[in-house]
């Protein structure tokens, strides 16, 4: 069989991660010291496990609601009131995803029409480009700057603003940058969006990795709660990647739409995996702030280990990632990353994965543990030296 | 919990730079309530945490249950301290419930122990009986799961 002319051609041109390629490497090595996962070291806390456990032995294993358990959807919306100061109605604004990345190509495929334009600000997480095209729009990418620590300006917005505009992703706490929006950068949007009919899809999968502040959505700022479909989940906040469990809330009109592609495509998000969410939301907030913390903690050694090595990085405010600049080395991301795995062993990602405003940086996790992350600083520190 | 106190606990070995960088704080700031701690008796030491059948194959711990009685006016200060001074013994705890004293008793075999619990601990005065407990198998030392090498499971 020619499979070149069977599979779908949509299908074919869409790039592959640029992510995986390194770590397809990475994996084959022996002795490999990793800073390049995106996912928490911390395990599920254990009342939320024992939860799904405990579920799974009184044989709760049906399906559920297509929207998700009433019981969490309703604990959500508390949620989303208690953390954010979002008020949404458990019945008509709230469904329960596959993981944040349901909930991303589900509210892409509810609102755009082939041709119609997503903004994407860059450098940013792997996905919305790619979903986008695969439903046939068009993706605009949005290259956000490192003087303005990666967030997205009006005046960038302005310049990439057309007609046929119909989606502006806003993906912060921003992987890979671990920049943020604040309250007031988000009005500067708000202001450019309330005359137009341009929807937002805010991933706010890192809400709760907020340091020094509180996460703002922009669903809270006036006038955008009606034009914001706010994307979250259980992997990050609860370290809970494995459950595979997220969620929307939005505009009752858009949530039904996307419900109905859920429906047919997924049916329900794993009952078990909700059960343990009803948990986590009803008392998992002191485990939420302990992880927190200790993510706190090594991101201002991990900042401060790498202005150290000359690699200038600035102090990010979310997520779990650094975004060094490593112009001065006089390489490429890409070729940086490379040599830098195969002399000393250390899988760190290239900026240029999330898009080509990248170029110059790498983005490095610090979901690892203290000492990992010295390790590995130390062998970079080697790294460098063999410049 | 104090957050210093946290990380020292986790691992003793970081420097007060490093400290100080984590906590958002400066250095000196770390020293002095470093030494703050110390002089108040709540940084009592640092210590390595060892695996010790791993490092030396002849080393046995026992865990001794001391029944005693209590002295006129001294309680169970005077038998406590006078059973701590011996070096075979690692640790010593008043205990509520069945006892009074647990001792924790290091040797490098069975019968090391066990003579030295009959010739030094059970002569006692104060000390009506003795139970000694082997210890066989260590499964959680400081917090730290011993033997337990897990991998990193996520995906590079």
């Known amino acids: 069989m020619d499979y070149q002319t069977i599979l779908s051609k949509r299908v074919q041109q869409v790039k592959p991660s640029g992510i995986r390629k390194f770590f397809d490497i990475a994996n084959e090595m022996e002795g490999v010291i990793s800073l390049g996962v995106g996912e928490p070291d911390f395990k599920t806390p254990f009342a939320i496990r024992a939860e799904g456990i405990r579920t799974l032995e009184r044989g709760k294993t049906w399906y559920s609601a297509n929207a998700g358990l009433m019981e969490l959807r309703t604990e959500i919306c508390r949620y989303l009131e208690r953390r954010f100061g979002l008020s949404y109605e458990p019945k008509s604004d709230v469904f329960v995803t596959v993981g944040g990345s349901e909930a991303i190509d589900l509210c892409l495929r509810a609102l755009v029409d082939p041709g119609e334009e997503v903004l994407i600000p860059e450098p940013s997480f792997v996905c919305y480009t790619p979903l986008v095209e695969m439903i046939g729009g068009v993706p605009v990418p949005i290259e956000t700057k490192a003087e303005n620590q990666f967030r997205l300006t009006k005046e960038e917005l302005l310049e990439k603003v057309t007609d046929k505009t119909k989606v502006l992703v806003l993906p912060y706490p921003n992987n890979p940058t671990g920049g943020v929006m604040r309250k007031e950068h988000l009005e500067e949007i708000a202001e450019v969006l309330r005359e137009r009919n341009i929807m937002v899809l805010s991933d706010e999968i890192y809400a709760e990795l907020t340091y020094n502040g509180k996460h703002v959505s922009i669903a809270s700022i006036e006038g955008m709660k009606e034009r914001t479909v706010v994307v979250n989940g259980f992997s990050k906040a609860y370290a809970m990647t494995g459950w595979r469990l997220g969620y929307a809330a939005g505009p009752a009109p858009v949530i039904k739409q996307m419900v109905k592609i859920h429906q047919f495509a997924i049916m329900c998000a794993p009952t078990t995996s909700q059960y343990a969410a009803v948990e986590a939301l009803r008392n998992g907030d002191e485990s939420i702030e302990k992880m927190a913390t200790e993510y706190n903690m090594r991101r201002r050694l991990i900042v401060n280990e790498f202005n150290r090595l000359g690699l200038p990085t600035f102090e990010p405010e979310g997520a779990f990632y650094i975004f060094p600049c490593i112009k001065s080395t006089g390489l490429t991301s890409e070729e940086f990353c490379e040599k830098l795995l195969f002399s000393q062993k250390v899988a760190v990602v290239p900026g240029t994965a999330f898009g080509n405003s990248g170029e110059g940086f790498i983005r490095v996790s610090y979901s690892y543990s203290v000492n990992h992350i010295l390790e590995a600083v130390e062998r970079i520190r080697k790294f460098l030296e063999t410049l | ?156």
């Open chain 2, 1 to 156: 919990m104090n957050q210093l106190i946290r990380l020292l606990e986790e691992n003793s070995r970081l420097t007060n730079a490093q400290l100080a960088v984590m906590l958002g704080t400066t250095e000196e700031d770390v020293a002095q309530q470093i030494s703050r701690y110390e002089a108040e008796g709540i940084l009592i030491g640092y210590t390595a945490v060892v695996d010790q059948e791993r490092l030396d194959k002849e080393y046995v711990e026992a865990y001794i249950e001391l029944r005693v009685t209590p002295q006129r006016d001294h309680g169970f200060e005077e038998i406590a301290t006078r059973v701590a001074a011996y070096d075979e013994v690692k640790d010593v705890y008043l205990m509520s419930g069945g006892y009074d004293l647990a001792v924790i008793v290091t040797g490098t075999n069975f019968k090391d122990i066990a003579m030295f619990v009959a010739k030094r601990l059970s002569t006692l005065d104060s000390v009506v009986s003795t139970a000694t407990h082997f210890l066989l198998k260590r499964y959680k030392e400081h917090g730290v799961l011993i033997d337990h090498t897990e991998l990193d499971e996520r995906s590079v």
